[in-house]
T-cell receptor
């Protein structure tokens, strides 16, 4: 049963610390997305990649957030330095892209910045 | 600008009854895709059903069907024979042609009671 995996599932950190979230997309999927979910803003797209190349990161605060795909099986989202307002659930999703519609979500990383 | 509207913050339904969750969308693009996702209390986002704007028939997946009314720009989710396990948040989302971005609605919380 192919699934998107994310680590860690939960993260509590102090303001100013670096946070790294990892995602393993479904094998064979070439498009990877990072979403953030908060009570106030709902689900927002932060960034996405196709074939490991960033296609759109317009939803991401550039000064503190960065997203990369070191290889086809790993996507990372980093926050440095973290702030309390970054507290949210961060989802990774993957898909086949290019007209194949469905995005499959991972279980999310619940981040709390104190 | 594209937009998804879910006007029902919460819905109640008795077990074994059918329920309709509303979703309207706004887009000027003739080609787009519509999705429904389920988010149970555990937090993961589960893909339920997809409808393409050019699909002639309403999409169905088991107990889920999508009542697609293009002229009204509505894409309501119908769940037949509700089960207690259907209690969750339900999100409607849209993808416009030539982009992989999903725009989500604010969600509807469904409660199924015995």
């Amino acid at each position: 049963d192919a699934r998107v995996t994310q680590t860690p599932r939960d993260k509590v950190t102090e303001m100013g610390q670096e946070v790294t979230m990892r995602c393993q997309p479904i094998l064979g999927h070439n498009t990877v997305f990072w979403y953030r979910q908060t009570m106030m803003q709902g689900l927002e797209l932060l960034a996405y990649f196709r074939n490991r190349a960033p296609l759109d990161d317009s939803g991401m605060p550039k000064d503190r957030f960065s997203a990369e795909m070191p290889d086809a099986t790993l996507a990372t989202l980093k926050i440095q330095p973290s702030e309390p307002r970054d507290s949210a659930v961060y989802f990774c999703a993957s898909g086949l892209g290019a007209g194949q519609e469905t995005q499959y979500f991972g279980p999310g990383t619940r981040l709390l910045v104190l | 600008a594209q937009k998804i509207t879910q006007t029902q913050p919460g819905m109640f339904v008795q077990e074994k009854e059918a329920v309709t969750l509303d979703c309207t969308y706004d887009t000027s693009d003739p080609s787009y895709g519509l999705f429904w996702y389920k988010q149970p209390s555990s937090g993961e986002m589960i893909f339920l059903i997809y409808q393409g704007s050019y699909d002639q028939q309403n999409a169905t997946e088991g107990r889920y069907s999508l009542n697609f009314q293009k002229a009204r720009k509505s894409a309501n989710l119908v769940i037949s024979a509700s089960q207690l396990g259907d209690s969750a948040m339900y999100f409607c989302a849209m993808r416009e042609y030539n982009t992989d971005k999903l725009i989500f609605g604010t969600g509807t919380r469904l409660q199924v009671f015995p």
